[in-house]
Structure formats: C-alpha cells, structure tokens
C-alpha cells in the first residue's frame, strides 16, 4: 500500500510543477522546490515499505528452498539477497546516514535479480520436480 501511495505521491509532484492556474501566484523555482520535497517523501514512503517487501519476500525464497521447485542454489541465493534487504531497509530507518556506506540501491538489488531469475526459470524451464520424494501420511 505504501508503494500505490509513492505512485500518488509522484503524480502530485507533477502536478505541482504543471499544475492549474491558482500555482501561477509561486515563482518557478519555489514550485520546483515544492515538487522536490513531495518526491523526497515518495523515497521515504518505498523505504518503509521495502523491509515488509523484502520479508514477504524471505518467505517465499524459503518456501522456494523447502518445495525443491527451482535450484537449491539459486533459492539460497534468494533467501541470502531477500534477508539482505530486509536488515539493510532496518538499519536504514533507524540509521538515515546507512546511505553513505551502502548505497541504497544494493539494497534490493540482489533480491531484484533474484526474483528477475526465477521468473525466467519458471517461464522457460518451468517448475521442476523435487529431487526427493515426499513423505505419505498413514
């Protein structure tokens, strides 16, 4: 939900700048400032959405890992990029300055990547059968 408000947040932003007439009474650069200020919050809004994200996502690479559907490798390779996300969005909300180390957009990244590679593997490869059998119950 906090992401559809980014995307609201970014329409109100352009809306400033190309805006009706009762704007026309701000100077140019004051509405640019204004319009600034509203994409910065829209930033803000994808951070605290991005540690639930990349949760939900630890999940499902979990699940990828359990089910033995996709390569074992690469659904270590989601839950280590998914869990990375999730402590870099954390430490980001409670350490604004986490910026200057670690560039915000290695937060998610990895896990981008991941969630790019699994939608081809599933598209092109499809789901594989599991390489053990499954227990019957009595």
Same mark, same amino acid.
């Given at each position: 939900?906090?992401?559809?408000?980014?995307?609201?947040?970014?329409?109100?932003?352009?809306?400033?700048?190309? $805006?009706?007439?009762?704007? *026309?009474?701000?100077?140019?650069?004051?509405? *640019?400032?204004?319009?600034?200020?509203?994409?910065?919050?829209?930033?803000?809004?994808?951070?605290?959405?991005? &540690?639930?994200?990349?949760?939900?996502?630890?999940?499902?690479?979990?699940?990828?890992?359990?089910? $033995?559907? +996709? &390569?074992?490798?690469?659904? +270590?390779?989601?839950? +280590?990029?998914?869990?990375?996300?999730?402590?870099?969005?954390?430490?980001? =909300?409670?350490?604004?300055?986490? *910026?200057?180390?670690?560039?915000?957009?290695?937060?998610?990244?990895?896990?981008? =990547?991941?969630?790019?590679?699994?939608?081809?593997?599933? =598209?092109?490869?499809? +789901?594989?059968? &599991?390489?053990?059998?499954?227990?019957?119950? &009595?």
């Amino acid at each position: 939900m906090l992401w559809l408000l980014s995307c609201l947040n970014l329409l109100s932003a352009l809306r400033l700048v190309n $805006g009706p007439d009762y704007l *026309q009474t701000f100077e140019p650069e004051r509405l *640019q400032v204004l319009a600034r200020l509203n994409i910065a919050g829209t930033f803000d809004d994808y951070y605290v959405g991005l &540690p639930f994200f990349g949760l939900a996502a630890t999940v499902w690479a979990w699940l990828w890992l359990k089910s $033995g559907y +996709i &390569p074992r490798k690469l659904s +270590i390779f989601g839950l +280590i990029s998914s869990a990375w996300c999730v402590f870099c969005a954390f430490v980001f =909300l409670i350490f604004p300055d986490f *910026q200057k180390p670690v560039n915000p957009y290695w937060f998610d990244s990895p896990m981008a =990547l991941f969630e790019l590679i699994v939608g081809a593997w599933l =598209l092109f490869k499809g +789901i594989r059968e &599991p390489a053990y059998e499954m227990e019957k119950n &009595p």
